[in-house]
């Protein structure tokens, strides 16, 4: 299962093989409550045809009918701001107050967006500027920390996977979180050293490592955009894991079993590794949103939800300090399980 912008960027090369021409749009910016967030991509084919969001629906309605009338073509990349009267954003569906603002580009530079492909399919995380001015745009290697950025006049986006996932056990429940995981934007490990599972596991997108998982944790060198699920439903891997993953700036930590087993896990981590009460408090375990859950891809919605639920809540809870957490400066601190900024 493919990232959305893989899935966008697959679109994009099917149409123009086809001779289609398109233009791409991009949310460059929200005032208010928006459906989708800044960066979002929707392509939308001469014929009408889309792929992707910008909105809940109404927008890529409008920009379909403006394709279809030859009204989104012009020579040079430009801004087409949605909402901007009140009438306008209830007319859009936009929630209350809500404006969005969107980078036009007709005819993005096809060879550039396969090249874009071919670095998200390794797995690699990239920066692309588009300059209004020349209407050139560029890719360019990113490093975690780079930043979103639209000041009007150059819109750089960032794309590959912004944030990491480790599963620690490679059995049933690993086979469908790590699909779906990949297809929420993680760029996803797995570990587990039992050669009877490590040797079966094949889910495209994601690496295997077979190092003990407390290594594996130490070697992934956790930061505020890293989740760790245990599921290897073994305590002499899950704690190895866990005893590092606790105390690290990981944004969720995560483990699997029933809430007695999760009790004596938070029993032992206190009274025989030394943790104290808050860093326990840290773990989600029974991981997963209660939502009666019993198969193995029953479960892995449940895991993925509360996942979601926990990215989203914690980007809220940076809200005050937008800057600092997009370019990865806010921590967790390891002794009360909170964010602070990082020193």
Same mark, same amino acid.
């Given at each position: 299962?493919?990232?959305?912008?893989?899935?966008?960027?697959?679109?994009?090369?099917?149409?123009?093989?086809?001779?289609?021409?398109?233009?791409?749009?991009?949310?460059?910016?929200?005032?208010?409550?928006?459906?989708?967030?800044?960066?979002?991509?929707?392509?939308?084919?001469?014929?009408?045809?889309?792929?992707?969001?910008?909105?809940?629906?109404?927008?890529?309605?409008?920009?379909?009918?403006?394709?279809?009338?030859?009204?989104?073509?012009?020579?040079?990349?430009?801004?087409?701001?949605?909402? $901007?009267?009140?009438?306008? #954003?209830?007319?859009?569906? =936009?929630?209350?107050?809500?404006? !969005? &603002?969107? @980078?036009?580009? %007709?005819?993005?530079?096809?060879?550039?967006?396969?090249?874009?492909?071919?670095?998200?399919?390794?797995?690699?995380?990239?920066?692309?500027?588009?300059?209004?001015?020349?209407?050139?745009?560029?890719?360019?290697?990113?490093?975690?920390?780079?930043?979103?950025?639209?000041?009007?006049?150059?819109?750089?986006?960032?794309?590959?996977?912004?944030?990491?996932?480790?599963?620690?056990?490679?059995?049933?429940?690993?086979?469908?979180?790590?699909?779906?995981?990949?297809?929420?934007?993680?760029?996803?490990?797995?570990?587990?050293?039992?050669?009877?599972?490590?040797?079966?596991?094949?889910?495209?997108?994601?690496?295997?490592?077979?190092?003990?998982?407390?290594?594996?944790?130490?070697?992934?060198?956790?930061?505020?955009?890293? $989740?760790?699920?245990?599921? #290897?439903?073994?305590?002499? =891997?899950?704690?190895?894991?866990? !005893? &590092?993953? @606790?105390?690290? %700036?990981?944004?969720?930590?995560?483990?699997?079993?029933?809430?007695?087993?999760?009790?004596?896990?938070?029993?032992?981590?206190?009274?025989?590794?030394?943790?104290?009460?808050?860093?326990?408090?840290?773990?989600?375990?029974?991981?997963?949103?209660?939502?009666?859950?019993?198969?193995?891809?029953?479960?892995?919605?449940?895991?993925?939800?509360?996942?979601?639920?926990?990215?989203?809540?914690?980007?809220?809870?940076?809200?005050?300090?937008?800057?600092?957490?997009?370019?990865?400066?806010?921590?967790?601190?390891?002794?009360?399980?909170?964010?602070?900024?990082?020193?």
């Amino acid at each position: 299962m493919e990232s959305l912008d893989l899935q966008v960027l697959q679109a994009i090369r099917e149409w123009r093989g086809q001779g289609h021409a398109l233009v791409l749009a991009t949310v460059a910016a929200t005032w208010g409550a928006s459906p989708r967030p800044r960066g979002s991509w929707l392509a939308v084919r001469d014929d009408g045809r889309i792929a992707g969001s910008v909105s809940g629906g109404c927008i890529e309605d409008d920009l379909i009918d403006k394709m279809r009338r030859g009204e989104l073509w012009r020579s040079q990349p430009y801004a087409l701001t949605y909402g $901007a009267t009140r009438d306008e #954003a209830l007319n859009f569906g =936009l929630p209350c107050g809500g404006i !969005l &603002e969107l @980078l036009i580009e %007709p005819n993005a530079d096809a060879a550039q967006l396969q090249d874009l492909a071919e670095r998200l399919q390794r797995g690699e995380l990239v920066n692309r500027s588009v300059n209004l001015a020349d209407g050139a745009a560029r890719l360019t290697a990113a490093v975690p920390g780079d930043c979103f950025q639209w000041d009007g006049k150059t819109l750089t986006t960032l794309h590959g996977p912004q944030w990491r996932l480790l599963l620690v056990g490679a059995g049933d429940i690993a086979r469908y979180v790590a699909p779906m995981a990949v297809a929420l934007g993680f760029d996803v490990t797995v570990c587990d050293p039992r050669d009877e599972y490590a040797a079966s596991w094949n889910v495209p997108g994601t690496r295997l490592v077979t190092s003990m998982p407390d290594d594996a944790v130490t070697a992934l060198v956790p930061d505020v955009h890293t $989740a760790i699920i245990m599921l #290897a439903h073994d305590p002499k =891997l899950d704690d190895m894991a866990l !005893l &590092e993953a @606790l105390p690290s %700036p990981a944004f969720f930590v995560g483990a699997l079993g029933s809430r007695r087993t999760n009790a004596q896990r938070r029993k032992r981590l206190v009274e025989h590794f030394g943790f104290t009460e808050a860093m326990v408090a840290r773990l989600h375990g029974p991981v997963g949103l209660p939502i009666g859950s019993r198969t193995p891809p029953e479960i892995a919605v449940s895991i993925l939800a509360q996942l979601t639920q926990q990215r989203i809540a914690h980007t809220t809870q940076a809200g005050a300090h937008p800057k600092e957490w997009e370019c990865g400066l806010l921590a967790i601190d390891p002794e009360h399980g909170a964010l602070r900024v990082a020193d």
